[in-house]
């Protein structure tokens, strides 16, 4: 089974159009994308159309998800985690789940 990638993609600040090819490719390709505000990132999804499942992490709810999300990266699938705009990591979730996913072996 190929190793599953949690990608910690960074979002554009202002300009939908600095959203890098990469960025756009990885976003394709994971089965879903985890996202602080769900309506902002549709936004930025539906003008590349791109149709990942997205999935609101937040706060409010990163303990309920984070045991799913790290089985499902445990099972070989791999996910994005994006922010509101800029590079998600100290004022996200991704703080807490992302230490729980390196605890246990995956990328």
Do not use: K
Not at 64 to 84: F, K, M, T, W
Not at 95 to 100: F, K, L
């Amino acid at each position: 089974m190929p190793v599953a990638t949690l990608h910690i993609v960074a979002t554009p600040i202002g300009n939908l159009g600095d959203l890098s090819p990469r960025a756009q490719q990885v976003l394709r390709e994971v089965a879903a994308i985890c996202a602080e505000d769900t309506r902002r990132s549709g936004q930025l999804l539906a003008h590349f159309g791109i149709g990942t499942p997205l999935l609101a992490l937040h706060e409010h709810n990163e303990q309920q998800l984070a045991e799913r999300l790290v089985a499902r990266l445990l099972g070989g699938e791999s996910l994005a985690l994006v922010s509101d705009a800029g590079t998600p990591w100290s004022a996200t979730p991704v703080t807490g789940w992302c230490g729980r996913r390196a605890r246990r072996g995956s990328r």
